[in-house]
């Protein structure tokens, strides 16, 4: 199995920030085989389309994946509306999740915003290897930090006005952790502007990077062909769908 | 268990339901979920000459009961289809309707000559697709153009030829009177229904291609009439599409003179959704005590 479609209980339900909510579903067989960089397919009550939500933790022991996302429109909204204990519609693992190496002994995990999620579940496996480079918009947009703190990895905070951590965008201290000379990848997650940056610094230091991108789907599984984004691979240009080619891609297959 | 089995343009199927071209790719994702041998057949991506990219993202948009899209026909080519989607395809017990969608007459001449030297059990000829600038839509909108295509396809092919109708048009009914008058064995319809919706805090479309084709329940309705008003005009079989997402719906389409029906946006909601409408099918004939399909094709009794 590759995936699987059905409906799954909500075990826990929390809000993180202003419109930001953190769900934990039990669905033991699609934990089982759930990677980093994946995401789930969420069917909204009354929607004809389903929601794409990154996975932000996977608890094989306990058979739950746990997702956090921010409510954008009548279909996010809807989702959040869901209690503890109701039930979900979801199409799930789906997508090319991140590359992992262990012998990588210092990465850089570089999430913006609702971008953020996706890297928990890298932090969980690289650990102390790892730095968390987190920027938000402000102090009251913040999530994730005490989880992060808790996989052992060092955690740089961001924030574009300054209200905490470091005033800036996360290019900065990426650029020093680049400097430094010793990361030998860079994972990130966020919007296309931040991710471009991301790809360009780790391009001229040199260093392997991954981003995992965001598209309005269809299917989910690559059928449809909606989510086409526009890659580059042996110099031929073409439109390679998020939802199965991705979402993560290699940074230097994307043209941004 | 009644008898679900239909026959159009001399091709048997094994029940009335196909999953639409466009929404299925060529089965390989959603054979993860279900054997493809449960469908009545597949009809697959519209194909071009050569391999073409599409329009750009965002290509799809929620609409109240349904959805937009934009993909505007990415597919790898013709050459491709036939070499690596077409022997899969065949292996798998079901009608296979290959979609090809030319810019050109002379492109989808071209299309229909190649598979017409392969096992394809159908051509669907796409005259109605909303999201590219040259052929689709602009094909099927007058009698004229509808009938000039279907001859020359015609020509070139023994495949039994299914030809897919626009909505976007004044009289639908006349123009499947043009295409039935050239040699067409069935037609499919409705193609999408083109439509917008813009963002209003951007005051941007929110397809990039700013309109799109618009489906899902909401268009059932419109899908309904249309086939109704079709089956009255014509003697050839019709595949009737358009909103259908429950055994309910697909029975209320034959009723309007389908004989088959093609499954589209209900897939994205629900995957197993041809699947669940089979069996919905199913229960409404027994329950009604209706011994086979073919009976209520056209069966409705209008006031």
């Not at chain 1, 759930?34 to 389309?49: E, K, N, R, S």
């Not at chain 2, 009439?225 to 429950?246: C, D, E, K, L």
Request: with cysteine; net charge neutral.
């Amino acid at each position: 199995m590759k995936y699987t479609q059905g409906k799954y209980q909500v075990l826990e339900k929390k809000a993180l920030a202003k419109d930001i909510f953190s769900i934990v579903i039990l669905c033991p067989e699609i934990a089982e085989i759930a990677v980093p960089g994946q995401f789930v397919h969420i069917l909204p009550q009354g929607c004809t389309l389903r929601r794409p939500i990154s996975i932000c933790d996977i608890d094989r022991e306990k058979g739950t994946l746990r997702i956090v996302f921010i409510v954008k429109g009548d279909g996010t909204k809807n989702i959040a509306a869901v209690n503890e204990g109701s039930l979900i519609d979801m199409l799930a693992p789906l997508g090319h999740g991140f590359t992992l190496d262990k012998s990588f002994k210092k990465v850089v995990l570089v999430g913006g915003g609702i971008g953020t999620p996706p890297m928990l579940p890298l932090a969980k496996i690289y650990g102390e290897k790892a730095a968390v480079i987190s920027g938000f918009r402000s102090a009251e947009a913040v999530i994730l930090q005490e989880d992060f703190k808790k996989t052992g990895a060092e955690t740089i905070l961001c924030t574009d006005d300054g209200t905490t951590g470091i005033k800036g965008f996360v290019t900065q201290p990426l650029k020093e952790l680049l400097e430094q000379g010793s990361i030998e990848a860079v994972y990130a997650c966020g919007p296309m502007p931040m991710l471009k940056n991301i790809a360009a610094l780790a391009d001229s230091a040199n260093v392997y990077c991954e981003v995992s991108l965001e598209e309005r789907m269809g299917c989910g599984i690559g059928a449809c062909l909606v989510c086409a984004c526009k890659t580059k691979k042996d110099g031929e240009e073409h439109f390679a769908h998020v939802c199965k080619n991705g979402p993560v891609f290699n940074a230097k297959e994307v043209i941004w | 268990m009644a008898d679900l089995s239909v026959k159009i343009a001399g091709v048997e199927f094994k029940n009335p339901v196909i999953p639409a071209s466009g929404v299925f790719g060529y089965g390989r994702e959603y054979e993860e979920l279900f054997p493809l041998s449960k469908l009545g057949g597949i009809a697959t991506k519209g194909t071009t000459i050569t391999k073409r990219n599409g329009n750009p993202s965002p290509r799809i948009a929620e609409t109240p009961s349904g959805m937009l899209n934009s993909v505007g026909l990415q597919n790898p080519g013709i050459d491709k289809f036939i070499s690596e989607e077409l022997p899969n395809l065949m292996t798998k017990d079901t009608v296979i309707l290959a979609n090809i969608a030319g810019s050109t007459a002379d492109e989808c001449v071209e299309i229909a000559k190649k598979l017409d030297e392969t096992d394809v059990h159908m051509i669907e000829l796409n005259i109605s697709c909303p999201n590219v600038k040259q052929g689709g839509m602009a094909f099927g909108a007058t009698c004229d153009g509808a009938a000039g295509i279907t001859k020359r396809v015609r020509q070139v092919t023994k495949k039994p030829l299914v030809v897919k109708l626009s909505p976007n048009v004044t009289s639908i009914a006349e123009i499947a009177k043009s295409v039935e008058a050239e040699g067409a064995d069935a037609l499919s319809l409705i193609n999408t229904v083109l439509g917008m919706r813009i963002d209003i805090n951007t005051k941007r479309p929110i397809l990039k291609n700013n309109m799109g084709g618009m489906s899902g329940p909401a268009v059932l309705p419109i899908a309904v009439r249309m086939v109704w008003q079709t089956a009255n005009a014509v003697n050839i079989p019709i595949i009737g599409m358009g909103g259908i997402s429950s055994g309910e719906d697909a029975v209320e389409m034959m009723m309007a003179g389908a004989s088959a029906v093609q499954v589209g946006a209900a897939i994205f909601t629900d995957p197993y959704a041809p699947i669940k409408i089979i069996d919905g099918i199913n229960d409404y004939l027994d329950s009604n005590n209706i011994k086979s399909v073919s009976e209520i094709i056209g069966s409705v009794q209008p006031w």
